[in-house]
Structures are given as C-alpha cells and as structure tokens.
C-alpha cells in the first residue's frame, strides 16, 4: 500500500502510478503488447514482452528521453536472416538488447548464421508478471535463445521501477542450460535522443578509463567524446569503447531543460561501455551501451580472443541502472 491510500488521500493507487497492459491496434507493430508504467515521480516507460522486455519510449516529467528510429516499433516476431532487415526494423528505444549469441555485424560463424546484433529482441518473453509491491513496481519475465541440438540460453529479467522515483532498474540472469561451453555477447543498447541530446549536451566519464575509437573517423576526433553538435545532414556515426577501471558510469546533463541522466552497470560483467553517436539529420542519436565484448561479431571476436564463454550450466548477473533527475 501507498503512503498516500494509507492516510486517506488516495482511494487508487493508479492515481499515483501505474501499470497497464495495452495491444497496438494498427500499423506494422499491430498486435504488439506493452507494458504501460507511470511512476508518481513522473517517469513514463513502454516496456515490451514481445521483445525480450526491452524497453521502448521513455518520457521524464513529460519529455522524451528515449530515442526512437525511423521504424518505430516493430511487429511481435521479427525475423532478421539478412544483415540490412536490421537496418529496416531497429525502432531505437531507451533499452535494445543485442545477444544472447551476436552482437555486431551479420556473420557466418561455421555452418550457423548470426543476424546483426544477435536474436534477442525478436524473442518473446515467457512468464511474464507485473506487480506494485509496496513502493516497488516489478516486472519479470524469461527469455530463451534454443536450437535443435543446439544452444539453450536463457535469460531470466527483473525491471525494478520505485513508485515515487524515476529510475529504471534491468537486472538479468544469463544461464547456459547445456552441458558443454557456450560462448555469448550480450550489449544494453541504451538510446537517448532529443531533447535530452541536443548542442546543449554534455557527457561526463570517469577520468580514470581508456578509450578506443572504434574507426579512424571516429580517431580524428578524440575531443568530441564529450559534447554534441546540432543535427548534420549525412554524418557518419562515430563508436568509442570506453574502458572503465573503478566507477562504471556515465552522466549526461541538459541544462536547457534542466534534465540529467545518470547510467550505471555491474563493470565486473560488463567491462566495457560503447559510445554511439549519431549526430546524423533525422537520425540524431546517442547510445550509451554497457557491454561484455568489442561487437565485432562472434567469428571475429573468437579470432581476437574476446569472445566470452559461459560454461556448462553456468550463469552470469548483469544489472544496469538508468536514474533522471
């Protein structure tokens, strides 16, 4: 129970917060459930069961956080057997999760191909439950990545949102359910756009890292890491590993709208944190993306020894904490 229904002010929790289940009813993304959340501490989230619960748009005291693609949402199962379907159906949101398997380019790995950024947010979420606990909104759910005589990976997701914060909460159990090796990658694409993201953006990273551009666009500027320039027509996207050491975090702050927004994760198991900016007209994005690999792709990633693996019925806690003040 609420404070506030047990004094007396309220006779519904819902006119505080909120948890709602809602169908699209037109569009590509017909038949497509989401998971409405609304906190007391004006955070609003689309979480979605038919894709991995990942999250989709986020608005904080009535403004977007979140970045959203071209595409939008996309349908309830989406096949991705080409490299540029992805290109074509990414919507963006304020969580995509790349994995269990890929995560990178579109590649041949053996007799087995991988889309671009893996299968994970084209699986739908099993067991899903939604609850108010307390000061507490929670929503659980499992999701398998499997193979006739293949992988079993499964994942089992908690998204914990306090009532009167605005604060999101992943935390994830990636368990191998075979009796031999697996290897897996796993990225959050964290994705964070207008007005959030505009010129009067600063980002803020722990001094104590190494960073690693990703391609030699991305090496002649060293010194843009940390601000954002207004919309470019035809800009090329820019990548950054950034190799935390102690704090894994990073802040962005918006002093036009009087917005900050600090992301943490568990570092032990996610070392590394990707910077993607685009600053691309009509395509003007940043995604901060807590990481375990170089997303190189998993054939490449084994020959550059980086591939990790989960052995036989083992598991693996990652945790990634978004807060809006």
């Known amino acids: 129970m609420l404070n506030e229904e047990r004094k007396g002010y309220i006779g519904n929790p819902a006119q505080l917060a909120l948890v709602r289940r809602v169908t699209v009813a037109e569009g590509k993304a017909k038949g497509t459930g989401i998971i409405e959340v609304r906190t007391a501490g004006g955070l609003e989230l689309d979480i979605l069961p038919d894709s991995g619960l990942d999250i989709g748009q986020?608005?904080?005291?009535?403004?977007?956080?979140?970045?959203?693609?071209?595409?939008?949402?996309?349908?309830?199962?989406?096949?991705?057997?080409?490299?540029?379907?992805?290109?074509?159906?990414?919507?963006?949101?304020?969580l995509y999760t790349c994995g269990l398997r890929n995560a990178g380019p579109a590649n041949r790995d053996g007799e087995e191909w991988h889309p671009l950024h893996g299968r994970y947010h084209s699986l739908a979420a099993e067991q899903v439950c939604t609850e108010m606990a307390g000061e507490e909104i929670l929503i659980r759910g499992v999701i398998r990545e499997t193979a006739l005589f293949g992988q079993a990976m499964e994942l089992r997701r908690q998204i914990r949102i306090p009532v009167y914060g605005s604060s999101v909460t992943v935390e994830d159990t990636v368990t191998n359910l075979t009796p031999r090796d697996e290897e897996y990658m796993q990225i959050y694409h964290c994705n964070f756009g207008y007005p959030l993201l505009s010129e009067k953006t600063k980002l803020t990273l722990p001094e104590d890292r190494e960073t690693i551009p990703r391609t030699e666009f991305a090496k002649a500027a060293m010194d843009k890491q940390c601000v954002f320039d207004e919309p470019i027509s035809g800009e090329e996207e820019r990548c950054w590993f950034q190799k935390m050491r102690s704090e894994f975090k990073a802040q962005l702050d918006n002093p036009e709208i009087g917005v900050s927004m600090t992301i943490s994760w568990s570092g032990d198991t996610l070392p590394l944190m990707v910077e993607w900016r685009s600053m691309a007209s009509g395509d003007y994005a940043l995604g901060l993306e807590p990481t375990n690999c170089y997303i190189m792709g998993r054939a490449q990633e084994r020959e550059n020894g980086t591939l990790p693996v989960l052995g036989a019925f083992e598991s693996v806690r990652n945790r990634v904490t978004i807060q809006f003040e």
């Open 58 to 94: 986020c608005r904080f005291r009535g403004m977007t956080m979140s970045w959203m693609s071209k595409n939008g949402y996309d349908s309830p199962v989406t096949d991705l057997p080409y490299e540029n379907e992805f290109l074509n159906t990414f919507p963006g949101g304020l």
